[in-house]
């Protein structure tokens, strides 16, 4: 299994980091993909998976922290673009947030920026939103991006859902499927395409039902895997190995 969104780097994990990922190899989650948030800590990103083989980073600016944001972050995000061409597995994450307080001006404007660097270098995207499917949606039709990417923690109706599918995006499963009130999710879920999803924590956030209050952790997507095969009518084993592809498809550089 692949944990496609993990925020593995984040200090909840400091003090049981090497703990977490031999539980997580105990139960067959291989892979785990860091996204980026802030260009303070793309360096500590870095050296995490310089010591740890299972784990992989995307680089970008989160929307959440671009109260910091400066313009010149884009040129250092394109230098560490360049820099590690070969094991960056994508540009996030990045998106729009419009529960935010901040400029939604700014925020289209930024998550454009890194749209045309993903396509400079490219590479997919992993892409956050929060109210904001429609803007997203504006954007990446009038981009010139064509990578495709994930769209983590996907929300939205069926057509969103196939709209994003058309455009080459993955959706991101996580913890939201688990709940039996995310009536609206859980049936979208299981309608879309089969080859269109994958995994994902979002640790140490998201809490998966009945662990609400505890930090999530990325050895927990069994159970998020375990709530998606009952809502598929596939066979268990052929949702299992469709989710590890559909990561693999959508993010290549995982196996460098």
Not at 48 to 54: I, P, V
Not at 57 to 71: D, E, Q, V
Not at 221 to 247: F, G, H, M, S, Y
Request: charged share 20%; proline share 5%; aromatic share 6%.
């Amino acid at each position: 299994m692949i944990d496609s969104h993990c925020h593995l780097d984040f200090p909840a994990f400091d003090l049981d980091r090497d703990q977490v990922l031999q539980k997580c190899a105990q139960l067959g989650v291989n892979s785990i993909v860091i996204p980026g948030t802030q260009a303070r800590l793309w360096p500590r990103q870095v050296s995490l998976c310089e010591s740890y083989s299972q784990l992989k980073f995307a680089l970008g600016l989160h929307p959440y922290f671009l109260h910091n944001y400066r313009s010149e972050q884009l040129q250092m995000l394109d230098q560490q673009l360049s820099l590690h061409q070969d094991k960056v597995v994508a540009v996030g994450e990045i998106g729009l947030d419009f529960s935010l307080p901040t400029d939604e001006v700014l925020q289209e404007r930024v998550f454009s920026e890194q749209l045309n660097l993903a396509h400079q270098h490219q590479l997919p995207v992993i892409v956050h939103h929060r109210q904001s499917h429609n803007a997203l949606i504006r954007l990446l039709k009038k981009s010139k991006f064509c990578n495709g990417g994930i769209i983590h923690a996907f929300s939205g109706s069926l057509q969103e859902a196939r709209t994003y599918i058309d455009l080459g995006f993955k959706l991101g499963i996580g913890g939201t499927i688990t709940y039996p009130r995310a009536k609206k999710t859980r049936a979208v879920i299981a309608q879309v395409p089969l080859s269109s999803l994958v995994l994902e924590t979002d640790a140490p956030d998201m809490p998966i039902n009945s662990k609400q209050g505890e930090r999530n952790s990325p050895s927990y997507l069994p159970i998020i895997l375990n709530a998606l095969q009952a809502l598929r009518t596939e066979p268990e084993n052929d949702v299992k190995q469709a989710c590890w592809q559909n990561t693999l498809d959508i993010l290549p550089n995982i196996l460098n």
